[in-house]
């Protein structure tokens, strides 16, 4: 989703090399933790689940957006040998975003026996979602303490209180998930 040459640039890290180490945790991360939120990849790849035969031509598929159905197979249960479909007998369709796979014959009722592979995900990572990358990514990396800066890092802590020449200041953290719930949230894999 971002790697470690621009999360570096976002934060103005000039000497990368000393850095790659937290960088790639925290590109690692924050895909893993989008990933999950969303229930789906953001970026572009290959899946193959498996889906109940509903007795229609359409069924709905999981995941979005979809470019390629690569493969239908049916078999009359989910234990049994699965029957790939002749390619010219299935299609993508695409209803306001919500993708379906579609068969001129209809997907025999059964429980777990139409097994579908497809690509889905974006090639190009939408800008909001590596806006949120991007500043996850850059609190991994702060509240790590990598460069020593923070007293053990602010791992867990939302305000910090310290008395400067006498002075009280306080210092409190912006909680942003509740934003960034609100821009991944278009993302995200409905549970129907």
Sequence with gaps: MINVN???CYMKIAD???????LQVACSYVDDRIKKYCGQSIT???????YDGNGER???VRKFPLTTITDIAIAATELDVHTALASDTYNLINRNGVYYAYSKNGFAKGN???????TSGYNDVPQDVKKVAYEMAAIVV???DFEQSMKGGRLGIHQINENIQGAAATTTFKDLWKEWRREL????VPRY
């Design 16 to 22: 990368i090399a000393e850095w790659t180490p937290i």
């Design 112 to 118: 777990g026996n139409v097994r579908l592979t497809y």
């Design 58 to 60: 359409l069924l709905m």
């Design 6 to 8: 621009e999360l570096a």
């Design 44 to 50: 572009e790849s290959e899946t193959t689940e498996y």
């Design 185 to 188: 949230t278009p993302y995200k």
């Design 142 to 144: 702060k509240n790590s």
